[in-house]
Structures are given as C-alpha cells and as structure tokens.
C-alpha cells in the first residue's frame, strides 16, 4: 500500500485541533442536548467509528475526507469513553489518566515489538494502520482525562489549562527542531497534548461563563469547527499538499 497518513503540515495540526475540539463538543451535543444519553450516544458513536474505520482500513492510499472523518469519530469516541468511567462510573480522572497512559505505553511497546517503528511515515501497511489507529484512540482517551483533571479536578479552569497545552507542546516543538528530541517522540508527544489542548478550547467556548467558558453553547461551537475543518479538508483534497505519495 501507499502510506495512509498525512504529511505533518501546519495543516495537520490545524485540523488535529479542530477535530479534537467538535470531539468535546459534539459529544455533549448529543448526550446532553439531545438528549441521548451517554450510554446510547457511546453505542452509536463506537458503531459508526468501526463503519467509518473499516472504510479508511480498507483503502489502498491517503484518502483525506475519509481520514478525518475518522479521526473526528475517534475523537467522538475517545471522549465518550472517559466520559463513561467518570460520569457514568464514578472513576476519578487522574486514575484514568494513569490507566489511559499505562495502556498507550503498552501499544507503543507492542507496536514496535512487531513493527520496529513508529513513525507515520512507515504506515504502508494493515498491520501498522491497525496499530496507528489503536494508538490514536488511546490518546483520545488518555487527552479527554488529563485535561479535564487539569481543568476540573484541580480548578486550574478551561483557558488556564489551554495555555498550559499549548505551551507545552511549544517547548516540545522547540525540544525537537533544536534536536534535543527525536521527530517521532515530539510527534507523538505533541499528538497527545493537542487532545486536551482542543478540548479545553471547545470547553472555553462552548460552556456559560458561570462554568468558566463563553458561553457559545455546543451547536453553535461544534457548527463552527465541522465548517472549519470541511473547508480545511476541500483544500487538502483539492491540493494533495499533506500527501506523502504525491511527494514521492
């Protein structure tokens, strides 16, 4: 196969962060403005993402509409997963974080146990898709608890902890190109802290000021990154910028 990912552009991150942020967003849309229920919404969101990661796994290049579509579904689901162990179970957000951070240590030692490596440049095989998309919802999942311990359970507040993120993933950034980082762990590193970082943003726009945030409202917020990352997307299908294979 081709490779099946996305050149890291400015592009990528730009969208990474919107997806993560409508994961935040669309999910309390639908549990708690619809009304579905975190249980029924949780259901729905893990079939469509097996439907939708099927098609992705079943391409043989970079396909860009389809590849963020899964990665605002693994985004949905990642959320809804800590969601569930806090709201539903009671489960205090800093053990997920640890168990959510155990577990992607795991994949990343499997991963490269079989694999050799784990750059995204060298997914070209199912194999390695599998791995890269196990590893994502991971990081969903383990972005979702450790944000909302920063924001909540230690009262740090919604833009407090988003400047904390994005710093963060400025020192790594500064780690990598002054080469005290290697490019995959600054990568990987940077993927996780954008997950909280979007989903302190969504959480600052989208709550009412009583909460800490703006006061937006969900639909209003999750309308506007769903048209911001569909015109971000047209433009990447459109220009083949972020493919890998057109480069080659």
Not at 134 to 151: E, N
Request: net charge neutral.
């Amino acid at each position: 196969m081709l490779i099946k990912v996305p050149a890291v552009t400015a592009f990528f991150w730009i969208i990474k962060v919107l997806a993560t942020t409508v994961g935040e967003t669309f999910s309390d849309f639908i549990n708690e403005t619809l009304g579905f229920g975190l249980i029924n919404t949780t259901i729905v969101m893990s079939i469509a993402l097996v439907v939708i990661l099927a098609i992705q796994m079943s391409l043989k290049r970079y396909v860009p509409a389809i590849y963020w579509l899964a990665i605002v579904q693994v985004s949905i689901t990642g959320t809804l997963i800590t969601d569930n162990l806090t709201d539903g179970l009671g489960f205090p957000l800093l053990y997920s974080t640890l168990i959510f951070g155990g577990t992607l240590l795991l994949v990343f030692a499997a991963w490269w146990y079989q694999e050799r490596t784990l750059s995204i440049k060298s997914i070209n095989t199912t194999k390695r898709e599998a791995w890269y998309w196990l590893a994502i919802l991971v990081t969903f999942a383990m972005g979702t608890a450790f944000g909302d311990y920063l924001g909540d359970a230690l009262g740090l507040g919604f833009l407090t902890s988003a400047f904390i993120f994005a710093g963060a993933i400025a020192l790594i950034g500064l780690g990598w190109k002054f080469k005290f980082i290697n490019e995959v762990l600054a990568f990987w590193l940077i993927y996780i802290l954008t997950r909280p970082l979007g989903a302190s943003i969504g959480d600052f726009l989208a709550q009412t000021p009583d909460d800490g945030g703006i006061g937006l409202g969900t639909t209003i917020t999750s309308i506007i990154f769903l048209v911001a990352i569909l015109g971000s997307v047209g433009y990447l299908a459109i220009s083949r910028r972020d493919d890998f294979n057109s480069k080659a």
